[in-house]
């Protein structure tokens, strides 16, 4: 609740994102939001400042599509989020799109409705949330994968990236779908805090289906002192990004500099 009253307003998001920067950090990994549209402007109007900022989009925002499922019902969901003419709306308005099962079409108008705020800035990885990941996986549904990173490549010149709770499990499907050192960030962390079927299991996954490696929940949300985390984690694996979440601008400089520390002979490792 402290946070959410926090981050009421845009110029608090900014202000955090100002610190980081400052700090030495240059990469924003962030939700697709209605908010987000409000801080990219801001950077869009401040070049000189916000230059080399990146952004890592996640998408979708979920509760967004579970309130408008509740509100309108499957259908009017999707039609609220279409474009309001061309072909796909016509489409959908006849019934046609999901009567000829045309989910590529759908699923690329999706994407681009939730990409749509981040256009002018920098977005060189695009991330599928681990809602969809996860669901999609036990679906098997691996069109969808195909589609999506198709798609990010193709439209966005951006390397798409995915998110979650079973790395195991992602990364055997998407080598069998021909999707190789994919970007992936999954929980890694001493503790083995949601971490599915263990670290060990996770590890056997990395050798045979190597991967960029994202690493979240590595303080396993404050269970692990930070020295010893980032310990474990840079003898653990090889890491190309540590996400972590701040809102003063004293965690986040202190973050940043036992990153930098602890993996000061690995220049490719970065904090987001």
Not at 25 to 31: N, Q, R, S
Not at 225 to 252: K, M, Q, T, Y
């Amino acid at each position: 609740m402290s946070q959410s009253m926090k981050f009421r307003d845009v110029q608090s998001i900014i202000d955090v994102l100002d610190d980081a920067l400052d700090a030495g950090i240059d990469t924003l990994m962030c939700t697709t939001h209605e908010r987000m549209s409000e801080v990219v402007e801001n950077f869009k109007a401040n070049p000189s400042r916000y230059a080399d900022f990146k952004f890592i989009p996640c998408m979708p925002y979920a509760h967004k599509y579970a309130n408008a499922v509740t509100e309108h019902g499957m259908l009017g969901a999707l039609k609220q989020y279409m474009p309001q003419n061309g072909l796909f709306d016509a489409a959908l308005q006849g019934g046609k799109a999901l009567a000829g099962k045309d989910i590529e079409g759908v699923v690329r108008i999706l994407i681009d409705s939730e990409l749509k705020a981040f256009a002018g800035v920098k977005t060189p990885v695009i991330m599928l949330q681990n809602v969809v990941v996860d669901l999609l996986l036990g679906m098997g549904f691996n069109e969808a994968f195909r589609i999506f990173d198709a798609h990010v490549r193709e439209h966005y010149d951006a390397v798409p990236g995915y998110i979650t709770m079973n790395l195991p499990m992602l990364l055997e499907r998407l080598d069998s779908l021909g999707i190789v050192n994919p970007v992936v960030c999954t929980n890694f962390n001493k503790a083995e805090f949601r971490v599915s079927g263990g670290v060990q299991a996770y590890k056997d996954a990395l050798q045979k289906y190597p991967c960029q490696l994202m690493a979240m929940s590595v303080f396993a949300s404050g269970a692990i002192n930070p020295d010893e985390a980032l310990i474990w984690l840079r003898d653990n694996a090889e890491v190309d990004a540590i996400v972590f979440g701040a809102s003063s601008a004293r965690n986040i400089r202190a973050t940043k500099e036992l990153v930098d520390r602890l993996f000061e002979n690995n220049e490719e490792n970065s904090v987001v």
